[in-house]
């Protein structure tokens, strides 16, 4: 009999336990959908209680965390030296990692993370913090490799870290009381060589990376963009005059079909709301 009680009282305390777990998953659910709305709305510290209230009721909602580490990083200003500022940068890094300690594959966090190490490395310029920022979107385009973004990001990152190792070298020669070069002239043949034998990798990368992305996505005006800026970084290695010149123009060429493309959507966009 005393056997019977004890497994009938069990039972009972384990049913009390799965219907609270369940009002728990409820509320959180609940707290996650409330965050939703005021992260939609730009009400970052209020979606922030809402997602922390929502994984305190259900530690296994990952929505919950990707938004609350969303939440921090939508506040984050690159080279902002405030406290809270670098809090914000410093618990949306915590919370993704967190993420990937236990799902390595997510991807959400694995772009959360990309996109955080970009803004981080911006300003000051920071090349290595460029170069693992660009990492992550790497593991991205080994976990998907028919993802156009990520591919996009490579090369957004190798364009940034080519173009200011240019813009050093072309300030470096600049100071050095010889006559002064422009932006928009050709890099001495010595600064040239130097550029292309430590950022002609990097370049290749960039323009490979991009030229895959515009693959996956035929339209993708803004890899043309990037992919016309790497044709010039390019064009600032090339030994002859006329090597540069078939950079230049094809970077023109490109430019001008991302913005023949960018216009047609906003004209389709125009005549749509028109329509309607």
Same mark, same amino acid.
């Given at each position: 009999m005393q056997r019977k009680s004890t497994i009938t009282l069990s039972l009972a305390v384990l049913a009390v336990a799965v219907a609270g777990g369940g009002c728990n998953k409820l509320r959180a659910r609940d707290q996650l959908n409330k965050g939703v709305e005021a992260y939609s709305s730009g009400q970052y510290d209020q979606a922030i209680e809402h997602f922390k209230s929502a994984e305190e009721y259900d530690p296994t909602l990952t929505n919950a965390q990707l938004y609350l580490a969303a939440a921090y990083q939508a506040q984050y200003i690159p080279g902002a030296p405030s406290p809270d500022n670098l809090r914000n940068g410093e618990e949306a890094e915590k919370i993704n990692q967190a993420i990937l300690a236990k799902d390595p594959n997510n991807l959400s966090a694995?772009? @959360?993370?990309? +996109?955080? &190490? &970009? @803004?981080m490395a911006q300003t000051p310029f920071d090349e290595q913090g460029m170069i693992k920022a660009r990492s992550f979107h790497e593991k991205h385009i080994e976990l998907s490799p028919n993802d156009a973004q990520p591919y996009y990001w490579v090369g957004v990152i190798d364009f940034w870290i080519s173009h200011h190792a240019n813009q050093e070298l072309r300030d470096?020669? @600049?100071? +050095?009381?010889?006559?002064?070069?422009?932006?928009?002239d050709p890099l001495p043949k010595e600064e040239a060589a130097k550029f292309a034998q430590d950022y002609g990798q990097t370049v290749?990368?960039?323009i490979a990376a991009l030229n895959k992305a515009i693959e996956l996505n035929p339209n993708y005006d803004d890899a043309m963009g990037y992919l016309s800026l790497l044709d010039r970084q390019k064009g600032d290695m090339e030994e002859t005059a006329d090597a540069r010149e078939a950079d230049n123009k094809a970077a023109d060429a490109l430019m001008d079909k991302a913005k023949a493309i960018k216009q047609q959507r906003e004209a389709s966009a125009a005549n749509s709301g028109t329509s309607s």
């Open positions: 694995i772009d @959360n993370l990309g +996109s955080l &190490y &970009y @803004n470096e020669y @600049n100071r +050095s009381g010889k006559k002064p070069i422009k932006d928009t290749d990368d960039g």
